[in-house]
């Protein structure tokens, strides 16, 4: 199971998700512990997912992981069994944010000088796919929102109907400005950081 927190603190949360969300979101973590999950039980793990609120990179994910459990314990009886941090992508609604604040160059910035080589073995573009409703394939989630559908170099557009690993395997991955996002500092994927 895993649930999107954006923060372990009532104040952060609402002030990225709307009054009430954190509280709602506590109740829903304590039924699920209620149900055995993230009480260290591998058949019923409990991940929580967070980003930042704002114009910045996520924090390191390992130190994250001991507050935000502590925190949650401590405060609210809730247990979970392990934090995935990721980046924001400068896409969608978060994009018009950084255009509305001024933020969009600066961030984009931030992540492009934030860029780690080491990251780029972990990214999710290298190892999943994904499906849209209509049958269409795409590298990732955010190429799906962005609409950059996966293309081989003769066989032309990628779909699940003609799936082949073979033709999938020799598709050149599509890039754009927001890959940077995936690439920088700790690295951001489906399972959080992508270096350790």
């Not at 984009?108 to 269409?136: H, K, Y």
Request: aromatic content about 8%; overall charge positive.
């Amino acid at each position: 199971m895993v649930a999107s927190l954006p923060h372990h603190r009532r104040r952060n949360t609402d002030a990225q998700r709307g009054e009430g969300t954190f509280d709602r979101s506590i109740t829903a973590l304590q039924r699920l512990n209620e149900a055995g999950y993230g009480q260290g039980d591998p058949q019923r793990v409990l991940t929580l997912m967070t980003n930042p609120a704002g114009a910045y990179l996520a924090g390191g994910q390992g130190s994250m992981d001991r507050e935000w459990k502590d925190d949650l314990r401590r405060s609210h009886g809730v247990s979970f069994d392990r934090l995935i941090a990721l980046n924001n992508m400068p896409i969608a609604r978060f994009q018009e944010w950084l255009l509305a604040t001024g933020n969009l160059r600066p961030y984009q910035v931030r992540l492009v000088e934030a860029f780690n080589p080491q990251t780029i073995s972990g990214v999710m573009c290298r190892s999943t796919l994904s499906v849209a409703w209509d049958g269409r394939l795409y590298d990732c989630d955010f190429n799906q929102m962005l609409d950059l559908q996966a293309v081989h170099p003769t066989a032309g557009p990628l779909h699940v109907e003609d799936f082949d690993p073979v033709v999938w395997s020799e598709r050149r991955i599509r890039t754009a400005r927001h890959c940077y996002g995936c690439t920088a500092g700790a690295g951001s994927s489906c399972g959080g950081a992508t270096v350790r």
